[in-house]
């Protein structure tokens, strides 16, 4: 008996053991680059003629949007294409958004993987820190005399320069931001909305009301996570937008304020939680996660976006819903525009050579750029003249948002866009006023136990805050004590001491 | 000469005889050997990375050795946090209680089971208790979700509205929580750990319940002098395994099925959710590594005084 007993608890052991192994692997990958890349500093074959290598190489490239279906014909249309030009095999995939990109590209690049390029911004894939942490490949020698130059502008590459060095490049698109609402279009002629009139959030306020009476299923406001009204405020944040520290976005001081605890923000809360009460945010407005997803659903009345012209038909590419376009704040230049969209090369790259090539080709190659943003012509889209398209009904390609990558003014135009869009983006452009913060990059190294502690209080209060899920006054105060605990205070101070140097260093 | 000829080869000797007649096990040991040197040995080296500020440099490897030394500024995120106190209870206090229902609860079933008649039956069951291990936690997630979304939960929906009260918003109350996520660890588990009681009980010989039938004993009685004594060795290994890993929380859990909602936090967030979370968008690996290491000594530090203790009292029933 005791034998048995023995060999039961001994097999016992080794299913314990076995499982642990197996489940327990979350230990670092081994590493996965075979080569060591080549040094940042070498620099690139000179001249751009276009020699052809003769071996095919693998070219890998991450970006954001929603996986797509299609991805795997896209590769191999753009494999087929540059067989002549660069010959190379098109690896592509999407990754979600932001919070979904995010924690799978990281790990890519802490664990040195040959990745060739990805999409890196403020909001994914942590720009600023990854190249200061070295994983990209500094790209300046590559520019200098790249056509890149010309097509993005100095003001761009500067702005999105760290010290100096570019490690990213910044796709050409709109320059400036501003917030509003996009409204669905249905309900805006049902319930004569007059969008002219609307100046402020709170103009939509009857609208709101007349529709959470009159359509049963539409909740009025989409809330999401951080996509919401407190994006009205246009904070020109510091940091990322879970850490505390902000400049007024109207260049009215230099001193950097904790934004969540600013009066405006507090009438914010205080205004979600009276939508809340009244059913105009969803009542599951605290579980939901996605806000794109949310979108597509057609449930919604108003959604908050970054505007520029032509939003709203740019948003029926990847929504299929028409919307209408309102503007609420005024039009800015911040370094949330000039690291909004780039790309890199990760410093794992085999061959940074043709990946900038492959690079250079998205701002000027118009059917490479329109391949990666429409699809296959005649499957996805079909012209309907020499520069505008409509769609298919096959929507196995929608990843749109030609803003991602590359030149945008190539991109060719949807039938329901103004011709004139991109004239329209000139304009648009002159019309932002520059932030007194551009180009000014914050060095986290000094705080970045406080950083860690203060992104988690923030994500354990700000959906109850912004969503108007809790009551806000003893959250609120629960916040700011938190707040104060993980060191708030030492994080802005060092901001602002930092913000100093660079505006002394600056001349500003 | 001939008495260290005699003497220093003998223990050599020795291992020489002992491997050739353990042949045969050495030979099966020795593939999980070499998973378990891959897997688990190797990746140690890793270890160091709590002690540097990671920079990419050339390969991984050379990451690592190229890295500067920092000491422990890399823990001192944890410590210095004001929910250090709060997710280190909260991980403490839910693994003791599951600790104990993942004994309780599995135990009863499994004697229960035993004791049907009809074995086809047993199995029907079993197999049914077994099917939610097999669900991941996103699954059984939104299966949490069905049940307590406020618009279309089926609580809210069916039962709180239908008594014509007001509808419970869930996600926003953490008086809840302890309980319900108590709740979906107990039903994701029990039949895993079920089976391997019931396994055990299968292996006792039924000599001892005809012996003490035949002296007249009860149901009762069999399983509290029979059934019980017999299982503990089967009880304390298990429990000792749990201990080990008293300090990593089970992250599927903690993290899906709450979804994430920052009012929970006070009940809901554990090392691991909270440890993600601080460095799911900074990308800090060395901070990653801290924390994975602290777990790890302290639940290495748990198992040896938990065996300790045991090996006090019984000194067979201990592990090692």
Not at chain 1, 5 to 15: D, E, G, T, Y
Not at chain 1, 298 to 326: C, H, R
Not at chain 2, 175 to 191: C, S
């Amino acid at each position: 008996m005791k034998k048995m007993q023995r060999s039961l608890s001994f097999a016992l052991v080794l299913i314990m053991m076995l499982t642990m192994i197996i489940t327990g692997c979350g230990a670092p990958a081994e590493p996965a680059a075979s080569s060591p890349a080549q040094s940042a500093s070498q620099a690139p074959a000179s001249s751009q003629a276009a020699e052809v290598p003769k071996e095919q190489v693998e070219l890998t490239f991450y970006c954001v949007a929603d996986s797509q279906p299609d991805m795997q014909k896209i590769c191999d249309a753009a494999t087929e294409y540059l067989k002549d030009k660069l010959n190379v095999k098109v690896k592509a995939e999407n990754f979600g958004w932001g919070d979904t990109y995010t924690p799978k590209i990281n790990p890519m690049l802490a664990s040195g993987q040959p990745v060739d390029i990805v999409f890196t911004a403020n909001w994914a894939a942590n720009y600023r820190v990854n190249a200061n942490a070295g994983y990209f490949v500094d790209l300046t020698p590559y520019l200098k005399d790249s056509p890149i130059r010309e097509i993005v502008g100095d003001d761009f590459l500067n702005g999105s320069a760290i010290n100096g060095k570019n490690f990213a490049v910044p796709c050409n698109k709109e320059k400036v931001h501003n917030w509003g609402f996009l409204l669905k279009k249905d309900l805006v002629e049902k319930y004569n909305v007059d969008v002219s009139k609307i100046k402020k959030m709170e103009d939509l306020e009857p609208y709101f009301d007349a529709i959470k009476k009159g359509e049963p299923g539409v909740t009025p406001l989409l809330n999401v996570q951080m996509e919401g009204p407190f994006k009205l405020l246009d904070w020109d944040n510091i940091s990322d937008d879970d850490i505390p520290g902000a400049l007024y976005p109207d260049n009215r001081d230099n001193t950097i304020v904790n934004q969540f605890e600013t009066p405006e923000a507090i009438a914010m809360y205080k205004k979600m939680r009276e939508y809340y009460n009244k059913g105009w945010i969803h009542p599951d407005a605290a579980t939901q996660d996605n806000f794109s997803e949310e979108m597509k659903t057609g449930k919604y009345f108003a959604v908050v976006q970054s505007m520029k012209p032509g939003k709203a038909e740019e948003m029926k590419l990847s929504t299929n819903i028409d919307w209408v376009q309102v503007d609420i704040t005024t039009p800015v230049m911040s370094n949330r525009e000039t690291t909004g969209a780039l790309l890199a090369i990760p410093i794992g790259s085999e061959h940074p050579d043709i990946a900038f090539k492959f690079i250079e080709m998205l701002y000027t190659d118009k059917f490479l750029k329109n391949l990666f943003v429409y699809g296959i012509e005649g499957e996805h889209y079909e012209k309907v003249s020499e520069n505008v398209v409509r769609l298919t009904d096959n929507t196995g390609y929608r990843a749109g948002n030609g803003w991602r990558f590359g030149d945008q003014f190539i991109d060719y135009l949807l039938e329901n866009e103004d011709p004139d869009k991109w004239e329209q983006f000139k304009a648009y452009n002159d019309m932002g006023i520059p932030m007194n913060s551009l180009g000014f990059a914050f060095d986290a190294t000094n705080v970045e136990t406080e950083i860690g502690a203060l992104k988690n209080v923030v994500q354990k209060y700000y959906k109850q805050l912004f969503l108007g899920t809790a009551d806000t006054d003893s959250t609120l105060k629960a916040f700011s004590e938190e707040m104060k605990k993980a060191g708030v205070d030492d994080v802005i101070a060092e901001m602002q001491t930092q913000y100093d140097e660079w505006r002394k260093a600056v001349g500003k | 000469m001939n008495a260290t000829d005699l003497s220093k080869p003998r223990p050599f000797r020795k291992l020489l005889k002992g491997v050739r007649t353990n042949i045969a096990f050495i030979a099966m040991l020795l593939p999980g050997l070499f998973v378990l040197l891959i897997n688990n040995y190797i990746p140690m080296f890793g270890v160091v990375i709590a002690f540097k500020r990671y920079r990419f440099n050339k390969d991984f490897f050379t990451s690592i050795i190229t890295s500067e030394w920092i000491g422990f500024k890399n823990f001192e995120f944890f410590f210095k946090t004001p929910q250090a106190y709060e997710v280190t209870r909260n991980t403490i206090l839910y693994n003791l209680v599951f600790i104990v229902l993942g004994v309780v609860i599995p135990v009863m079933l499994a004697i229960a089971l035993n004791e049907l008649l009809n074995k086809k039956l047993s199995n029907f069951y079993q197999s049914i208790m077994f099917l939610p291990y097999f669900l991941s936690w996103i699954v059984v997630s939104y299966l949490a979700y069905s049940m307590l979304s406020i618009e279309n939960g089926f609580i809210n929906r069916s039962i709180i509205n239908a008594l014509g009260l007001e509808s419970i918003n869930w996600y926003s109350e953490p008086r809840y929580w302890p309980f319900i996520l108590t709740f979906f660890q107990v039903w994701k588990y029990t039949g895993y750990n079920a089976v391997v009681y019931h396994a055990a009980i299968s292996g006792i010989d039924s000599e001892y319940y005809e012996a003490a039938a035949i002296d007249g004993a009860t149901k009762w009685q069999q399983t509290k002098f029979i059934t019980i004594p017999l299982l503990q060795p089967v009880i304390i290994i298990m429990t000792l395994l749990a201990v080990g890993r008293i300090f990593n929380a089970d992250f599927g859990l903690f993290f899906n099925v709450p979804k994430d909602s920052g009012a929970l936090y006070s009940v809901t967030d554990v090392i691991d959710t909270y440890v993600f979370r601080a460095l799911r968008n900074s990308n800090s690996v060395g901070m990653a590594a801290a924390s994975g290491l602290y777990q790890a000594v302290v639940g290495c530090i748990t198992v040896f005084t938990a065996n300790f203790i045991v090996r006090k009292i019984d000194r067979d029933k201990a592990l090692f």
